[in-house]
């Protein structure tokens, strides 16, 4: 061997050894930034994920878990009474609430400092807005309830709310209108997706390099509010409220979410919300999520709540349920409609009690009665169906059920609805009292009926001497057996066998 051949052997060998002391340095540093992957690995298995035994439902600290909700408010960390109204919710039994990043608050309560003048500065926080949300996060950790975010609300940039954005250049120091190419108005429908705002992603048909700058500072706000909720594992994460804008939009957020939870080492789920669910098998940007199970990691049709009524409303959210399921995945419900008599189709209190059952025994992971006016909130109708539906689920877990309309005879439309893991368990939800027959010609034994009043959110009571007891009531399997509801109004049956 040359001279000239070892001097280049050796500056191999040490060309090797320097790589190899690099990759160690690397795996040490990414170890001190993320810990070690057997750490790493049990915190994520504690975070909100898919169910490992049925991942059309949730599970959060290594325990299946159903979602049920309601608040008086979507941008849930700016109420001032946050504390107690958290503890309003989990005294009824809700854990699940909506996190909108609300852009439509007071100037006091914008994501961005507002200066001695007025103008607001993009480049600097508005301190109050991030510690709220701060709190928020820990306050819901502490009581195990679930966040979802929406990072992005089409509402909040248009019409009244786009005159006091501090987007808006006339109320920045930032940037102009001719550098954006921003208008000063935003008077049409958000849902005529006229604003370049959601359009500052390269590639999409509306881009223009002039939206560079806004992107670069959404990316801020994105990366501000990731900053407080990643070390989280109860947060999910949608990318926009109802939005109509090409998906283009809200996999880029997608994207970079994810990118930043791997950077810190964890998991995260992430999904967008479109605006025509409720349209069903018309849809036109709702199936991209059927098919798309790597961006959209869960399922939120909060819309099929709006606009669709009884037997409809049943027979639209199974198809949607149907389509999400060929990559099975937990379905949500954010939004539940039902109060307020809004034009566009919420109907009335007793809808959005309706709609809630519908969701929860069609196989929906969570469901949430949207703020007023345009659902119940956390108003009475909406704790005695929590109460019940928690009271139902200490009888029958949801994960162990399916729909079983087949089960029923001498059904008028909407009357009831059933869900069961035939042979062991049997829920029937009675819209407004009612009689069906139930098929257990399959199933053999004693079976104990529990009747639970969805208007009350506690089973039945009968006078007896010396007081009152829980009714109790025992049918035989082997045929199919009437069973009517207690009283008027809605009842849930929990037929178990024994």
Not at 23 to 44: I, Y
Not at 305 to 319: F, G, I, K, P, V
Request: hydrophobic content about 35%; glycine content about 8%; proline content about 4%.
């Amino acid at each position: 061997m040359t001279g000239t051949q070892c001097g280049i052997n050796a500056l191999l060998f040490l060309a090797v050894i320097v790589s190899a002391v690099h990759a160690l340095a690397d795996q040490a540093t990414s170890r001190s930034r993320t810990g070690a992957p057997e750490t790493v690995a049990k915190a994520n298995s504690n975070r909100l994920q898919p169910y490992t035994k049925n991942p059309r439902y949730w599970q959060y600290r290594g325990q299946p878990v159903l979602l049920l909700g309601g608040s008086k408010t979507d941008h849930i960390f700016l109420a001032n009474d946050l504390e107690a109204h958290l503890d309003e919710m989990q005294e009824v039994g809700a854990n699940y609430v909506r996190c909108t990043m609300s852009q439509r608050e007071g100037p006091e309560l914008k994501p961005h400092r507002r200066l001695p003048d007025g103008i607001f500065d993009l480049g600097q926080w508005n301190e109050d807005y991030w510690i709220r949300f701060a709190n928020c996060l820990k306050w819901c950790d502490e009581r195990d309830i679930i966040i979802q975010i929406e990072v992005w609300d089409r509402f909040d940039f248009s019409k009244t709310h786009w005159a006091s954005s501090p987007w808006n250049p006339k109320n920045n120091v930032n940037y102009t209108y001719g550098q954006t190419g921003f208008a000063m108005k935003y008077a049409r429908h958000s849902g005529q997706d006229q604003q370049p705002f959601f359009h500052s992603i390269k590639g999409m048909t509306r881009y223009g390099k002039k939206l560079d700058l806004i992107r670069m500072h959404q990316e801020a706000f994105v990366g501000k509010m990731l900053s407080y909720s990643l070390p989280y594992g109860n947060v999910l994460y949608c990318m926009d409220n109802e939005t109509s804008t090409p998906a283009a939009w809200g996999q880029y957020w997608i994207q970079f979410i994810k990118a930043k939870a791997a950077e810190k080492g964890v998991s995260v789920c992430t999904t967008d919300m479109f605006d025509d669910a409720f349209e069903a098998d018309k849809a036109e940007h709702t199936p991209i999520i059927f098919r798309d199970a790597e961006h959209y990691m869960f399922a939120d049709i909060s819309q099929v709540n709006s606009r669709n009524y009884d037997e409809a409303h049943w027979t639209r959210l199974l198809w949607l349920l149907r389509q999400i399921n060929r990559h099975p995945r937990p379905s949500n419900h954010t939004k539940i409609y039902g109060s307020g008599y809004k034009s566009f189709g919420t109907g009335g209190p007793e809808d959005g009690v309706e709609r809630f059952w519908r969701n929860i025994f069609g196989g929906s992971a969570s469901a949430r009665f949207h703020r007023p006016d345009s659902g119940n909130g956390l108003n009475d109708h909406a704790k005695a169906s929590i109460k019940a539906a928690r009271i139902l689920e200490s009888l029958i877990k949801f994960w162990d059920i399916t729909p079983q309309m087949g089960l029923l005879s001498n059904r008028a439309s909407n009357e009831a609805y059933l869900a069961a893991e035939p042979g062991r368990s049997y829920a029937l939800y009675f819209t407004k009292g009612g009689s069906v027959g139930l098929d257990l010609s399959g199933a053999t034994g004693s079976f104990n009926v529990t009747w639970i009043s969805v208007s009350m959110g506690v089973t039945t009571r009968t006078s007896r001497a010396g007081g009152y007891r829980l009714m109790d009531r025992t049918i035989q399997g082997g045929s199919v057996v009437t069973l009517s509801a207690p009283y008027k109004g809605g009842w849930v049956a929990a037929i178990v066998k024994k």
